[in-house]
């Protein structure tokens, strides 16, 4: 059994959706994080094991970034886990290392893009797999298209050098 409950902040760029089950807190975070986005109604999670997925997170500037850092290493290891990270909090992860806090990264989505039309998709990997030397493909089919030409956008290394 879990619940969910939705929590709307003043902010209207930014929301989150907490699901309690018995291991934890799974936290949606959806929007886009700037110096609007007040996390303090999320840190009376930190004594027990949270989950924030990010996979609604639609932009993160600066000033978004510095108070996230601020925030996440208030949670102490072996308690916060990311999941569902999009590109653009990947990037933020490498660029910013203490945006992770002592996060575990369990999945990462990987931007592919395509040859032909030019259409853009993401493909979830889970971090241990990288990890353990599963080879992330270079290309994919396409699902608008067909095309078997569906390029990964970028270097896997680079990719996923967060996960050092
Ligand atoms: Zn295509």
Redesign the pocket.
């Known amino acids: 059994m879990s619940t969910a409950r939705a929590i709307n902040l003043t902010n209207e760029n930014f929301q989150f959706e907490i699901t309690e089950s018995g291991t934890g807190n799974h936290v949606n975070l959806i929007g886009i994080i700037d110096e609007d986005t007040d996390f303090s109604a999320l840190l009376k999670l930190k004594t027990s094991p949270v989950v924030f997925n990010f996979k609604n997170i639609t932009s993160i500037n600066s000033c978004g970034i510095r108070t996230w850092v601020n925030f996440v290493k208030e949670f102490p290891e072996g308690n916060v886990t990311f999941i569902e990270c999009p590109p653009l909090v990947v990037r933020q992860m490498n660029m910013v290392p203490s945006f992770m806090g002592k996060a575990k990264v369990e999945s990462v989505f990987v931007p592919y893009v ?6 853009e998709q993401n493909k979830l990997v889970l971090v241990s797999d990288y990890k353990k030397g599963t080879s992330i493909p270079e290309t994919i089919q ?6 078997e ?2 390029e990964m956008d970028g270097n896997v290394k680079q990719y996923f050098s967060f996960a050092k």
């Open positions: 395509c040859d032909s039309c030019e259409h396409c699902e608008k298209c067909q095309s030409e569906m």
